[in-house]
């Protein structure tokens, strides 16, 4: 008996039930009903019957969609987006929306591995999911697997694992041995090969392990010797890694086996590349067989005998069975089939094939559009990262980006940050510390709906989706993390768009984004440090002025930009009196504190926008303009105020200052030395004509 999981009402602000119409009996009114009088279960619907004061009301309640869980990682995409396909078909109808939660682990350059994207797991409400799905054989890491087994069991569920045992879960198990057997007993028995060598790699798998145990038994099952030597393995189970270990082994002067038998297609298609640089022909001196049977295995010359995955009914079989929960181990019998082409020596079909060349040249010539097109995105969002001065033209170019040009993204995505992205992009730290957790709540920084621009909302991150995006019918979520080294940004969320992960589209996406948000971070740190400096360098110790380090960085360009604004510049210059009696008479601490004393009352009083610089010992000069000056009489307000401040100060010296001013239109040829040379020469007047009345001789 299959049991259907129990149908969820939406949230709503009515506490009781949440209620979507009502027919009421006639002449009653309807008001808050609390008491259930019967219940049932219709088309996805929920209707009540509600019994409140005598009166029998009949309420609409909406259920909440079904939602199914799958984790997987994006690496292995053709073999996801299969087993998706798969799932879509089994739940086609079913009124099921699928979220896909995508991680890429990877190794950075400095050799260090980076799990950092298994994070998006985190995000995850298992509580909220009808099912789950783990595709443990592409996750591969232990520690992730294990830590998301526990969750889904403290959550009540239990996850369907795909080519993995997991105590707690429903197990499901492709027959990658029997296909891989075949393959060989074909290649015995039909071909009569004897001479064998394996190409695999470092990467552990249920599926590898599987294919390698039908190569080692039917060697075995035929009395064929296993020659160890000719079992290699790979860095990785990539093109570039197998066509450079084929191609230096064959310059080594190594002898291949008669027959390579390849554990995917990539590898064979690195085995064919290394073979004719090297003048192997294929399949006249080597015989070469792979697994998966991509796109490309067909098109081959000669066309690549393989294996053909039935990945999808996989996918239909974990949906089906992700919406009831066993803890049965399934052994799934679908079984994959043996593709024998060219390249094994058979010739079936090959004539047949081999008129798909066009199609397949078509196609190369499109893909290679789309890769050029994507490339052109990328750099596109990097000038928007390096072009932004400040967040807010940041994230208003993004979303003006992304609002003109969003394919690879799809008509239905959003971009979320943490609720604490404003401050970390303008965090001073030299590195994040690591910081995995997406927090309670993350903001949309792009939306689009639709095709076009969407709400920036804010959400609950247990609600994964912006409610916008929301609609009827069947529909498939795609998230995917951003990330810098152990730092979590947020996550992109896509919906019905699984080209995304075509050639990793959606990992260069995440990387380059991610990879951007902590240039960008940095660049302001730089430029924050880069101003630190600046006023650290710029600016006089003692009296907090600029210094002449300043005038020279700051106040002549500053009379400059007004001559080029056609705005008139203001200067005064400030002398203190008697500065030589003071500090030789009462010490230079004294002294010290005239100047302070002095530079405080100047910038107390002027502008503050206007440049104070400390011109000398005991000189200041105050650079400013006339935007918003109404002539003011600056040069009293400055000796008033310092005649205030010493007041009470009770000073064993008379400390007063002499201040002259000149202005100087924008269309004076004089340089900001010539222009205080003359405001000197207007203030020293005046500190003569102070000694004057003092009766003394002037100096100092």
């Known amino acids: 008996m ?29 008001s808050l009903p609390h008491i259930y009088a019967n219940t049932s279960l219709n088309n996805n619907r929920k209707v009540e019957f509600l019994y409140y004061r005598g009166c029998l009301f009949r309420g609409i309640l909406s259920v909440m969609k079904q939602k199914i869980a799958v984790l997987c990682s994006g690496w292995k995409y053709d073999y996801v987006t299969e087993f998706l396909h798969g799932m879509q078909q089994a739940t086609a109808g079913g009124d099921i929306d699928i979220y896909v939660f995508v991680a890429y682990n990877f190794t950075e350059l400095s050799g260090f591995p980076n799990f950092s994207g298994f994070s998006i797991y985190s995000i995850i409400p298992y509580e909220d999911f009808d099912g789950v799905v783990i595709l443990a054989d592409q996750i591969n890491n232990a520690r992730t697997l294990e830590k998301e087994r526990i969750r889904t069991i403290k959550a009540g569920k239990t996850a369907v694992v795909v080519n993995f045992r997991m105590d707690g879960t429903t197990s499901i198990k492709s027959d990658d041995y029997t296909a891989a057997y075949e393959m ?20 552990v798998s249920s599926a590898r392990a599987e294919q390698y145990k039908a190569f080692r038994t039917c060697m075995l099952d035929n009395n064929l010797t296993i020659n160890m030597d000719h079992v290699f393995q790979l860095p990785s189970d990539t ?41 192997i022909s294929i399949p006249e001196q080597l015989k070469v067989v792979g697994y998966d049977d991509k796109y490309f295995a067909k098109h081959l010359n ?25 803890n049965e181990t399934k052994i799934l019998k679908a079984k994959n089939i043996p593709v024998y082409r060219c390249s094994c020596g058979c010739g079936n079909g090959s004539l047949q094939e081999k008129n798909t060349d066009s199609n397949f040249y078509l196609s190369s010539l499109t893909q290679n559009r789309i890769t050029s097109e994507f490339s052109a995105q990328m750099e596109k969002i990097e000038e928007v990262f390096t072009e932004a001065a400040d967040v807010f033209s940041l994230l208003t170019n993004l979303e003006s980006l992304f609002n003109k040009s969003h394919s690879f993204e799809g008509d239905n995505f959003s971009i979320f940050l943490k609720a604490d992205w404003s401050s970390v992009l303008i965090n001073s730290e030299e590195n994040l510390p690591q910081n995995l957790s997406y927090g309670a709540s993350v903001q949309s920084i792009t939306s689009i ?41 947020g996550y992109l969320v ?13 990992y260069t996406w995440t990387r380059t984004v991610g990879t951007n948000i902590e240039r960008f971070r940095k660049k302001n740190m730089y430029k924050q440090m880069s101003q630190q400096f600046l006023k650290l360098s710029t600016r006089d110790a003692l009296s907090g002025m600029l210094n002449r380090v300043g005038l020279d960085k700051l106040a002549k360009p500053f009379f400059a930009q007004n001559k080029k604004n056609g705005i008139p510049t203001i200067l005064f210059f400030i002398d203190i009196n008697s500065m030589k009696t003071i500090n030789d008479k009462f010490g230079h601490l004294h002294g010290d504190l005239a100047v302070k004393t002095v530079a405080a009352s100047v910038m107390q009083v002027v502008p503050k926008n206007w440049l104070c610089v400390r011109y000398g010992g005991d000189e200041f000069l105050v650079v400013g303009n006339t935007k918003g000056y109404n002539n003011e009489d600056y040069c009293s307000q400055i000796t008033a105020t310092l005649t205030k401040k010493t007041s009470t100060m009770k000073l064993p010296y008379s400390l007063t200052c002499s201040v002259g001013t000149m202005t100087f239109p924008p269309s004076t040829f004089l340089t900001l030395e010539q222009a205080v040379e003359q405001v000197d020469a207007l203030m020293y007047e005046k500190k003569q004509a102070f000694h004057r009345a003092q009766g003394d001789r002037p100096h100092g």
Do not use: W
Not at 466 to 485: K, T, V
């Open 302 to 326: 000669p066309p690549l005998s393989t294996v053909k995955n039935n990945v999808a009914l996989i996918g239909t079989e974990a949906a089906k069975r992700s919406q009831y929960h066993s």
């Open 184 to 203: 060989m007993e074909h290649l015995i028995k039909e071909h009569g090969y004897t001479d064998f060598g394996y190409l695999d790699s470092k990467v």
């Open 494 to 506: 896509t919906k019905d768009n699984l080209d995304i992960l075509n050639n990793n589209y959606a």
């Open 2 to 30: 299959t049991h259907r999981p129990r149908a969820r009402l939406r949230a709503s602000v009515i506490p009781i039930v949440a209620v979507v119409s009502f027919e009421a009996p006639e002449g009653s009114t309807p």
């Open 239 to 279: 093109y570039n890694d197998s066509y450079s270990f084929v191609s230096q082994y064959i310059r080594d002067g190594n002898k291949l086996p008669e027959v390579l038998v390849c554990a995917n297609d990539d590898i064979a298609l690195g085995v064919y590349k290394a073979a004719e640089e090297n003048g």
């Open 449 to 489: 709906i639709n095709g076009k621009k969407g709400l920036k909302e804010i959400i609950q991150t247990r609600s994964l989706i912006p409610s916008q995006m929301e609609s009827e019918g069947n529909h498939m979520y795609l998230f995917f993390p951003i990330f810098n080294h152990s730092y979590a940004h």
